[in-house]
């Protein structure tokens, strides 16, 4: 039996005005499915060897690299371990080297770069900075029931979840359910799967950091 969060009684916040999606500039899917392919073939791998390190499907692989699909993040992150890359590089960015300072990163309000899909919409944040510690992102969730997925979104490391407008639900394999209203917050293991459910009237916007399982912790962190 699903567990349910026992919600206290209180007023809810004022969703957030959405930032408008055509005022941000997109992320090329037949870019990034490129960057992917010149990867792949860089180290000699064919599809059938790529997808048996990533645990993805050949056909996703090859519908990605043509530009046919837009990754979910769980596909991004498996696909960057089995090559060994990080997502700057696959954005197409420069990978800033260990003796580079590390310079602030500011993204103005409806300025982050876009990455649709059909149950999410991604806004990247810090989309300039490289070789971050955690990827951050604005999202809005489209999807509304588990039909919408053809499994659970599963993939290494932690993740933090803060609703920003809408109604959330969060639905883990393990029968956990956590519906959040705005203002609260979700912090959990990505590696359990688990699924973005909007279930008010119009789409949920979240604010979601996902940091990879084999970034060490900072010994000051925290």
């Keep these: 039996m699903p567990r349910q969060v026992v919600r206290r ?5 004022s969703p957030v005005t959405a ?19 010149d990867a792949r073939k860089a180290q000699g791998l064919t599809l059938m060897q790529l997808s048996e390190r ?22 991004f992150a498996a696909l960057a371990h089995a090559l060994q890359l990080d997502f700057d590089a696959i954005f197409g960015r420069r ?39 955690m990827v951050p992102m604005r999202a809005h969730v489209r999807a509304r029931t588990l039909d ?16 920003l407008g809408g109604q959330l639900e969060l639905r883990f394999e393990n029968g956990d359910v956590f519906s959040l209203q705005p203002g609260d917050s979700l912090y959990f ?8 459910l909007s279930v008010g009237k119009g789409d ?5 950091c996902c940091v990879d399982a084999d970034v060490p912790r900072p010994r000051d962190a925290i």
């Design 95 to 133: 990978a800033r080297t260990a003796a580079e300072p590390m310079k602030p990163s500011f993204t103005a309000s409806g300025e982050q770069m876009i990455y649709d899909t059909p149950n999410y919409e991604y806004g990247m944040l810090a989309n300039d900075l490289t070789g971050k510690r």
């Design 148 to 163: 919408d997925f053809p499994d659970y979104i599963r993939h290494a490391g932690e993740e933090f979840v803060f609703l």
């Design 54 to 75: 990533s645990g993805i499907a050949l056909s996703t692989i090859s519908k990605a690299e043509r530009g046919d699909i837009a990754l979910t993040y769980d596909k």
């Design 9 to 13: 009684s209180k007023p809810a916040a």
């Design 204 to 208: 949920a916007e979240v604010l979601v």
């Design 189 to 196: 293991d990505s590696a359990v799967g688990h699924v973005y």
């Design 19 to 37: 930032a408008t999606p055509t005022a941000a500039e997109q992320i090329d899917h037949g870019a990034v499915g490129a960057r992917i392919r």
